[in-house]
């Protein structure tokens, strides 16, 4: 059964801090994986990966697949209370257009 | 920029109702989904639709529900006879092509329904 997993569960920081976030996956036919923010409505797109070791940026956030570990993290530097909510991981595999989530990670950023 | 809106944010009915949730997808993509996702547990996939039919559903999707584009902007979500545990949120998304190619999901603020 094609799976997601996150880790950790929940995370609490100080402003400043820099985390990492974990995600695996056991996915038959990988074909990408996605982060997204979700802040009590709506998962926000973040990134998609699709390549091994290609980092991708964005102001504080940056992101890197390893497909051969079967893993991806997602950095946040220099972390703000704003970036509190719910990091989710999401995979796609084989002939579908379904996603795969993960359970999440909750961060909670403290002034 | 663009985004996926629903409506309503929070419906609340009684079991055995019928229910419809409103969705206008962002308006140059091809691919409708809705997810779901129960208080604490994952986002899960519930269905695809593409060229005017379901491309995909989930065990999820069984005969209490169905799905319509009713007009070249709305899309729907209808559960024919609520039951306690459809109790979640509902997300609509959309995307310019499918999975196949990779293309992320944009979702919409989502429609918390209640069953009681």
């Known amino acids: 059964e094609d799976k997601v997993v996150q880790s950790p569960l929940s995370l609490v920081v100080h402003e400043g801090d820099t985390v990492t976030l974990n995600c695996s996956y056991e996915?038959?036919?990988?074909?990408?994986l996605l982060w997204y923010k979700q802040e009590k409505k709506a998962p926000t797109f973040l990134f998609m990966l699709t390549s091994s070791g290609i980092e991708k940026k964005s102001g504080r956030l940056s992101s890197i697949l390893d497909k051969k570990e079967l893993f991806s993290i997602l950095n946040i530097t220099a972390t703000q209370t704003g970036d509190s909510a719910v990091y989710l991981c999401a995979v796609y595999g084989g002939a579908t257009n379904k996603l795969i989530f993960g359970t999440g990670t909750l961060l909670a950023v403290q002034p | 920029e663009p985004e996926v809106t629903q409506t309503p944010s929070h419906q609340v009915t009684q079991m055995g109702q019928e229910v419809i949730l409103r969705c206008v997808p962002i308006?140059?993509?091809?691919?409708f989904y809705w997810y779901r996702q129960i208080l604490g547990q994952k986002v899960e996939f519930l269905v695809s639709f593409y060229n005017n039919e379901i491309s995909e559903k989930s065990e999820i999707f069984d005969d209490q529900f169905s799905v319509e584009r009713p007009d070249g902007s709305n899309f729907t979500l209808k559960i024919r006879s609520t039951k306690l545990e459809d109790s979640a949120m509902y997300f609509c998304?959309?995307?310019?092509?499918?999975?196949?190619?990779?293309?992320?999901?944009?979702f919409g603020n989502g429609t918390r329904l209640t069953v009681t």
């Open positions: 308006s140059n993509h091809l691919y």
């Open positions: 998304a959309s995307s310019l092509r499918g999975g196949s190619y990779n293309s992320p999901l944009h």
């Open positions: 996915v038959t036919n990988f074909r990408s």
